[in-house]
Each structure stands twice: as C-alpha cells, then as structure tokens.
C-alpha cells in the first residue's frame, strides 16, 4: 500500500518509506564501507533513485530486502572504486620515493598497467600511433618528428593532442575511474 502510494507519488508515503528504513540502511551500510560520510551518502543516492524511479515502486515485493541489495552493491562499487584508487596511489608512492627493489605485487601492478598503456596505443590509428611513440618513447620534439615525417609541427600538436585524449578514453575504459594522470607520469 505504501509502494502503490509512492508509485503514484504521494511525498508522505515516501517519507515514511524514508524514515521506517533510513537507519537500518544506514547501519547495515557503514558496516560494509566503515565511514559514516559514505553510509549517508549511499542511502541519500538510494532513496533519490527511489524517488526518481518511483513508478515502478509497486514492483518492489519486499522493501527492506530491495533497498539491502541495492546497498550491498552500491557498497560494492565504493570498495571496488577505493581499491583502485588505493593501489594507483600505493604505486605512486613506490615510484616517487624509489627506495629499494620492488617487491613481486608492485611488478605484477606496473605489468598489468603497462598491458593497459599498450593496449591504449595500439588501440592509436597508425599514424597517431607512429607519432605518440616518436614523442614519447624515442622523446623527438614536434619538429623533429614533422621534419622527418614532411607534416607541420602543428599537424603533430595536434595529432599528439588527439592520441593523448583517446589514450586516456581507452584507458578509462579498460581500467574504470582510476587517476589516468598517473599512468602517464609512470610510463
């Protein structure tokens, strides 16, 4: 009756909805991600979906165990987000303070970022590829690379800009929301 009733979108029923299962959400929540910030911001993200969504509100058989799952994976894909970011940092760190050899773990993530890195650039038309890797991995200057390829020092700005961003959109998809500025500055 309260789903019919916010299916319809009746703000009280929402309300009640709201406070009858904000808690325990809440509580079930911070258990998963241990930060009282990110629990609220969960629930908050939940309920306004709820409300967006809120004509297929009478689909929903069980509240309490919809808005659980939900949780379950938005929690999910917070841990999966930090883990990534936590690691991307963890290498930073390794790289700027250089100390030592690298331990096994820090090579296998620098090998599976640079499988990454390669798949980007080759993933480059050959022309912007053949170019990204003059710059970068041979390190001539744009007029080098324009005398011996007969093109414009602007046309290989330009291609150089052009391989940057779709590098950094390959990237983004085949790693998610890391920090792609990072990749560039290790490799």
Do not use: C
């Not at 969504?53 to 930090?82: C, M, N, P, S």
């Amino acid at each position: 009756m309260l789903l019919s009733a916010i299916a319809l979108g009746d703000e009280a029923a929402f309300t009640i909805l709201f406070e009858r299962y904000r808690d325990k959400l809440f509580y079930y929540l911070l258990k998963h991600v241990k930060s009282p910030e990110v629990a609220e911001e969960i629930v908050t993200d939940i309920f306004m979906k709820l409300w967006t969504g809120r004509a297929l509100a009478e689909q929903i058989k069980d509240v309490g165990a919809f808005l659980h799952k939900v949780g379950y994976y938005k929690a999910l894909d917070f841990l999966r987000v930090t883990a990534r970011h936590t690691r991307l940092r963890q290498i930073y760190i390794d790289y700027a303070s250089l100390s030592g050899e690298p331990q096994a773990d820090e090579l296998m993530i620098n090998a599976e970022l640079k499988v990454l890195l390669y798949k980007a650039i080759n993933g480059l038309s050959p022309q912007r590829k053949m170019i990204y890797r003059m710059s970068r991995q041979e390190g001539l200057t744009h007029e080098q690379i324009a005398e011996l390829l007969g093109l414009s020092p602007s046309t290989i700005n330009n291609a150089l800009v052009a391989a940057n961003r779709s590098i950094e959109k390959a990237l983004r998809t085949y790693a998610g929301q890391m920090d792609i500025l990072l990749l560039y500055f290790l490799f």
